[in-house]
């Protein structure tokens, strides 16, 4: 019998995907192992493989297909001894599924093909909506009949309920007598539909690129941390010439391995001791507890072509600084060809953020949740500076570190951004 190949989940977090390009076609032969496809994520585009053995057979969703929902069967695969021609029965059981709808008698189906003109996530008496989606609607009340889907097939998304108004989806809901109810929820739909064209352009002339799901993400996860997290900033200035001794001796030294540290290496390193130094901030605010973690996962951002992603350095304070910038160079590689793996970039304690390399002075960084701080850090530069009760000249960073009120008390906070400014500022602790 043929196998079904069904929209995997390729992440904790995820509900649907986007099929972005298929590497395979009907006829070809794919053992275990192959790339099948290549899938975005609400984090990376990542590589398919196929775990059988076969003939694909059919392709059941095309490549540029959004929204496609986990467990979806997205291909077949025939063995050697199977007819190929067995699984197209199947892909057109859902074409013809809705056909039957309009040529039954009761009066609702005719009434509702007006209203999928307007609404078209509604299928004769069923509205197509993500689980997310439903979820956020009983949240807010919302009556998902009168909500027009964005997504595949007129599919209702996150997107489209919330930006729908509570309270004006209901007058939708007599539908009782066919003939009245188009109208009211055609109109309904009418209204809450262009949320995304209510945005003024003034008349100023622009290109739209839609939003992937790496972008998407990013801004949902903001939008809570801004909303959700009480954050509280704190910052030092922080001096880097012994630092930058350091450094330039440690370079000189692995030359020879051809291991070549940053100073961002250095830095990971530094937040990673301190954490240890101050456990009271290496912590996660988790409802009805306050986890305080045994080591010290250091989520560094990384600019990538998608977006924003925070690649992990595991147990940074135990390990070496060589061993540190060899591997976030591994990782920052694989994050801007989006190859990142899910444990390679879900989890850990802390997260830094350095925009010093764009000559940024200082910036307060949005938390990452779930976890409790981030340190941002700006670029190091000649300033005056008291060095030993005399003004002089000296190379200075200025570093703040955002926190969740919640979960980490200020006294604690300033005690971290001490211990930090201390490692940096007499760097041997590092290497010790």
């Given at each position: 019998m043929p196998i079904a190949i069904k929209m995997p989940a390729l992440s904790p977090t995820m509900e649907e995907g986007t099929l972005s390009k298929w590497l395979v076609k009907v006829g070809d032969k794919v053992s275990s192992g192959d790339i099948m496809a290549e899938i975005e994520t609400d984090k990376a585009t990542m590589e398919f493989e196929a775990v059988d053995e076969g003939t694909i057979v059919s392709i059941d969703v095309a490549e540029g297909s959004e929204g496609v929902k986990v467990g979806t069967v997205i291909a077949m695969i025939a063995g050697e001894d199977e007819d190929a021609s067995a699984p197209a029965p199947k892909a057109a059981a859902p074409a013809a599924a809705p056909k039957p709808t309009p040529a039954p008698t009761p009066a609702p189906a005719p009434a509702a093909a007006p209203v999928a003109a307007a609404a078209p996530a509604a299928k004769g008496d069923r509205i197509v909506a993500s689980p997310l989606a439903k979820r956020i609607a009983a949240d807010k009340g919302v009556d998902l009949s009168g909500v027009a889907g964005s997504g595949p097939n007129g599919r209702i998304v996150k997107a489209d309920v919330e930006v729908a108004k509570p309270g004006a989806a209901p007058a939708a809901a007599p539908a009782t007598a066919p003939a009245v109810a188009p109208a009211p929820a055609a109109a309904t739909t009418r209204a809450s539909a262009p949320a995304t064209a209510a945005v003024p352009d003034f008349g100023i002339p622009y290109e739209a690129a839609k939003l992937n799901n790496v972008r998407k993400t990013i801004a949902r996860r903001l939008t809570e941390a801004?909303?959700?997290?009480?954050?509280?900033?704190?910052?030092?200035?922080?001096?880097?010439?012994?630092?930058?001794?350091?450094?330039?001796?440690?370079?000189?030294?692995?030359?020879?391995?051809?291991?070549?540290?940053?100073?961002?290496?250095?830095?990971?390193?530094?937040?990673?001791?301190?954490?240890?130094?101050?456990?009271?901030?290496?912590?996660?605010?988790?409802?009805?507890?306050?986890?305080?973690?045994?080591?010290?996962?250091?989520?560094?951002?990384?600019?990538?072509?998608?977006?924003?992603?925070?690649?992990?350095?595991?147990?940074?304070?135990?390990?070496?600084?060589?061993?540190?910038?060899?591997?976030?160079?591994?990782?920052?590689?694989?994050?801007?060809?989006?190859?990142?793996?899910?444990?390679?970039?879900?989890?850990?304690?802390?997260?830094?953020?350095?925009?010093?390399?764009?000559?940024?002075?200082?910036?307060?960084?949005?938390?990452?949740?779930?976890?409790?701080?981030?340190?941002?850090?700006?670029?190091?530069?000649?300033?005056?500076?008291?060095?030993?009760?005399?003004?002089?000249?000296?190379?200075?960073?200025?570093?703040?570190?955002?926190?969740?009120?919640?979960?980490?008390?200020?006294?604690?906070?300033?005690?971290?951004?001490?211990?930090?400014?201390?490692?940096?500022?007499?760097?041997?602790?590092?290497?010790?």
């Open positions: 801004k909303q959700t997290i009480p954050h509280i900033y704190l910052t030092v200035d922080i001096q880097l010439d012994a630092l930058l001794k350091l450094r330039g001796q440690l370079n000189k030294a692995l030359e020879a391995q051809g291991v070549k540290l940053s100073v961002n290496d250095l830095i990971i390193k530094a937040l990673a001791k301190a954490l240890v130094q101050v456990p009271k901030c290496n912590v996660s605010f988790a409802g009805e507890e306050l986890r305080s973690f045994k080591r010290a996962d250091i989520s560094v951002a990384v600019a990538a072509p998608s977006g924003l992603i925070t690649p992990i350095i595991v147990d940074a304070g135990a390990k070496s600084v060589s061993a540190i910038a060899t591997e976030m160079k591994a990782l920052a590689g694989k994050a801007r060809e989006g190859k990142l793996q899910p444990h390679e970039y879900q989890g850990g304690t802390a997260s830094l953020s350095n925009l010093g390399m764009f000559g940024i002075k200082s910036f307060d960084a949005v938390i990452n949740p779930p976890q409790a701080m981030i340190m941002a850090v700006g670029a190091g530069e000649q300033r005056p500076y008291v060095i030993d009760g005399a003004l002089g000249i000296a190379t200075v960073m200025s570093a703040t570190g955002s926190f969740d009120h919640r979960a980490i008390d200020g006294a604690d906070g300033a005690e971290l951004m001490q211990a930090f400014k201390s490692l940096i500022e007499n760097p041997l602790g590092l290497v010790a």
